[in-house]
C-alpha cells in the first residue's frame, strides 16, 4: 500500500507563498492520474489540481489558475504544489491524491490513495 509524506504547510500571510510536497513510498509517477485536493472547515473536499499520466500540464479549479502549479519529481516519486499570491480564502487542509487504476487514458480520475493531509493558514 502506497504512503505519502506530506511537508511544506504551515502559517504565511497573505500574499506569500507555500510549496507541498509529497513524497511516496513507491513509484506514483505512472499512476492514471495524480492530483490535489483541500478541505476548509466547514466545507466540502475540493479539487485544486488534477494531471492525466502522459499529459505535459495539469487543470486547475479556476480560481485557482495562474497561483496554483502542480509539478512532479519522477526520480524521486514526489509530488508538487506551488502556490503563490495565498489568500486568506486558501486556508485549508491540503491533501494529494493518486488514481493507481490500471485503465484507459480516457478514463475519469477516481483518486484511491490519499495523504493524510497538511494544515495551510493565510492571514490576512
Known amino acids: 500500500r502506497v504512503e505519502f509524506v506530506q511537508s511544506g504547510g504551515g502559517s504565511v500571510e497573505a500574499g506569500g507563498s507555500l510549496t507541498l510536497s509529497c513524497e511516496a513510498s513507491?513509484?506514483?509517477?505512472?499512476?492514471?492520474?495524480l492530483g490535489w485536493f483541500r478541505q476548509s472547515t466547514g466545507k466540502e473536499r475540493e479539487e485544486v489540481a488534477r494531471?492525466?499520466?502522459?499529459?505535459?500540464?495539469?487543470d486547475y479549479a479556476e480560481s485557482l489558475v495562474g497561483r496554483f502549479t502542480l509539478s512532479q519529481d519522477n526520480i524521486k516519486n514526489t509530488l508538487f504544489l506551488q502556490m503563490n499570491h495565498l489568500k486568506p480564502e486558501d486556508t485549508a487542509v491540503y491533501f494529494c491524491?493518486?488514481?493507481?487504476?490500471?485503465?484507459?487514458?480516457?478514463?475519469?480520475?477516481?483518486?484511491?490513495?490519499w495523504s493524510r493531509g497538511t494544515q495551510v493558514t493565510v492571514s490576512s
Open positions: 491524491a493518486a488514481d493507481r487504476r490500471l485503465v484507459p487514458d480516457s478514463t475519469p480520475c477516481e483518486f484511491n490513495y
Open positions: 513507491e513509484n506514483i509517477m505512472n499512476s492514471h492520474c
Open positions: 494531471k492525466y499520466t502522459g499529459d505535459t500540464s495539469a
